[in-house]
């Protein structure tokens, strides 16, 4: 039998396309969750700070939306923009 090849961890693009995959079918809750793990693997990833918000927003979490859009913007804009 042919040895197995070693897992990988994702990278952030490819968590990218699963949360766009599950935010089309409303999923929300699981885009949070696929989002953190994107930004577990690059903290300045906007886009996925992007998903995240909306996906807040649509669950009715607009404090930790708000947080999250901010800390998007701090990712794309220079300190004090």
């Known amino acids: ?3 197995r090849p070693a ?3 994702p990278d952030s693009r ?5 949360v766009v995959a599950l935010a089309r079918q409303g999923r929300r809750q699981e885009v949070v969750q696929h989002s953190e793990d994107a930004l577990r693997l690059n903290p300045d990833y906007p886009e ?3 998903n995240m ?4 927003q649509r669950l ?3 404090a930790e939306a708000q947080r ?3 800390r998007a913007r701090s990712t794309v804009l220079p300190p004090g923009r």
């Open 14 to 18: 490819e968590s990218e396309r699963l």
């Open 60 to 62: 009715g979490r607009d």
């Open 1 to 3: 039998m042919p040895p």
């Open 53 to 56: 918000t909306a996906a807040l």
């Open 7 to 9: 897992a990988r961890e």
């Open 68 to 70: 999250r859009a901010d």
């Open 48 to 50: 996925a700070h992007l």
